[in-house]
């Protein structure tokens, strides 16, 4: 949970992907980072200390059983992009991406972050 700007960036240039989970010591998920939440910092020392707790974006919880229709309903309705999935227990069983959601209910779609996504 202590990225700093400055691995978010990196982690950003290697992969392609935009947003980053964040997850405490037990490994469960604490929060999402998306690329933009750093970028505007301009004090260079913010850059290599961990990103301060207001830029945590906060996860939402969806129940396993959920259907897609209803988890892009929530995740709408609490405008995030991330959730956290979680079962009859409580325990986290992973996290849910809109991303996903949308490409499993209309198919692939083409995200020009990524590496190798064709330019348009």
Do not use: C, W
Not at 45 to 52: D, G, I, L, S
């Amino acid at each position: 949970e202590a990225a700093t700007p400055k691995e978010v960036e990196r982690a950003v240039a290697r992969s392609g992907f935009s947003r980053y989970v964040l997850v405490n010591d037990e490994g469960e998920p604490t929060g999402y980072l998306h690329l933009k939440d750093v970028l505007d910092l301009e004090d260079p020392v913010e850059f290599t200390e961990p990103v301060p707790p207001k830029r945590i974006r906060q996860l939402i919880s969806i129940f396993r059983g959920t259907d897609l229709e209803d988890a892009l309903a929530a995740m709408r309705r609490s405008g995030v992009h991330l959730a956290r999935v979680f079962d009859e227990s409580g325990a986290t069983r992973g996290v849910l991406f809109l991303e996903d959601i949308i490409e499993e209910l209309v198919g692939e779609v083409q995200d020009a972050t990524r590496r190798g996504a064709p330019r348009t």
